[in-house]
């Protein structure tokens, strides 16, 4: 996915919502938690490269719940991942609105480049 492309769906106004909306949720099969993993995955790759960085850190308290879903075998890794790429590519501006990694940041690090 490019960058251009990342832009334009982080720029819809409800995906990225949307789709926190669903990695978060509770209560859903294993089955259901497909979903919530590819969920996870288009966070990840939205938060690549791109202003979409403050879009998912403005909604829903994503770095705390973020950093909580680490303990969750089923939401580890993506967390793991957004929370990494939002540390690399949300900007000076914002880094101030991840003062909350630290304390899931040795799983993070432990992330592949």
Do not use: H
Request: charged residues 25%; aromatic residues 6%.
């Amino acid at each position: 996915m490019g960058e251009e492309a990342r832009e334009r769906i982080g720029s819809t106004g409800g995906m990225i919502k949307e789709l926190l909306w669903i990695f978060f949720r509770e209560g859903l099969t294993q089955q259901q938690n497909t979903v919530k993993v590819e969920a996870g995955e288009a966070l990840a790759m939205l938060a690549l490269e791109s202003k979409n960085c403050y879009r998912i850190l403005k909604e829903m308290n994503a770095v705390e719940r973020l950093v909580e879903a680490l303990t969750d075998p089923v939401l580890r890794i993506n967390s793991a991942w957004i929370l990494r790429n939002l540390c690399k590519y949300v900007g000076n501006e914002y880094l101030m609105c991840l003062r909350g990694v630290t304390a899931g940041i040795c799983m993070v690090s432990l992330l592949p480049n």
